[in-house]
């Protein structure tokens, strides 16, 4: 059942069978916040499809809604209809704001807006200290008066310099906020050494359709020339790469045979390459839309190192060192996008898997069938799933800690899917 299911509880898995079916996805909740965020600079109705019933989406929601923004969401439908004819600042609710990271995406298109601005510190996955240091000191080169205190960040900006900006690494965050906040700024500015994930691709189509001038251009740099007003939008939220990678984990645990038609290949590249250099097979349809998984019965552990976009990704990497403690033989993991992305690892190790990690790095030998059930604790949403999939190997049953309030951030029915394929799990309150 699709909706606001939020709750506290726990994700109860057994050992199952190879998965094994077709599964659709859902749209993209690391596309759809932005966007949702990015209709804060247009007036007027826009309608967005493919929108995940997820609670971060319900927060995103609130956010607006204080904001003056009129929004009806159909759940069943994934359709969300957001009229922006009457923004204000003044109410915006600053407690949805605290309860996740994505929030932070409103700093932009609200300094854009209304100049003398403070938004609540942004919450969100325990993956590292997450600050908004470059959001600070690459806004203050644009002319802007952007500080911190422990609980708001504020900002102030009459106007923006244009201005040829150098990222010193190329956040998906401060891209996101920089670029909101650039498209109505007179004048040519650009952003070199910018975050090209598929996500912050498809805000740019969003922008592109209200009417925005921007532009990417090799070597991952933006071109923004700013105009004067910008529209409303119709736009379809691209299919979610992140439910997609976990699904095909899910397979390659259970050994199993899945098909997902909505999986774009271009999205996926050097996950689905770890995948095939571990043994499985993939199948790849036309033009790269479609993807055929068929796992092999002794997998190699192969080792990866995360990156930015096209690098493989960081919210990939515990679901990947899952299919990993399944797999014959050792490998490295290196971890270079969050500082401490490895909570997971003891959570693993009490359910049987040899892993050790210190600082951003991890080796680990696969320890094949000998993998049982325990209670683990998640810490995020990617740690949760990771967690609850490897219980789909373990012998017993596992029960996630925690691991509903992360799910139902960032996940709309994959236990539902995971179910249709012949998975033994459950979302369970206390
Ligand atoms: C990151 C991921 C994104 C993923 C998301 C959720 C990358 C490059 N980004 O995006 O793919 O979907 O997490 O898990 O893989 N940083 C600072 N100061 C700042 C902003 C960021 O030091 O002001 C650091 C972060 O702590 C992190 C790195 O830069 O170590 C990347 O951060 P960023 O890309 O901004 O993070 P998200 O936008 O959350």
Redesign the pocket.
Known sequence: MKGHRVSSGYILVEKSQPLVGEVKLSGAK?AVLVIMASLLLTRGKSVLRNVPAIADVYDMIKILQSLGAQVQFDATANIAEIDTTYLHYESLDQQAVKKF?ASLLIFGPLLAQFKDIKIAMPGG?A??????????KNFKKLGAHVFQDQDFLYGVANFFFFFRLILD??????T?NLLMALVLTQGESWIVNA?L?P?VLDLIAVLQQMGADVEVMPPAMIRIRGVKHLKSIDHTVIFDRLEAASILIAGAITKGDIFIPDAQVFNLELFLMKLSEMGHEIIVGKNGQGVHFKSCQNPQAVSFK????PGF???MQALMMAAQTVATGSCSVVET???NRFLHVPEMNKMGANIQATGHFASMQGVSCQLYGADVKATDI?AACALALLGLAAQGQTRVLDGVHHWKRGYETLDEKLRSLGAKIELCSF
């Open positions: 690391n990271r996955d993956i590292g200290a997450r600050p908004v240091d470059y959001h600070i690494y190329p956040s998906v965050g401060f996101e975050a994930e996500e995360t990156g930015p976009f990704p960081t919210d996008v969050f500082e990617r």
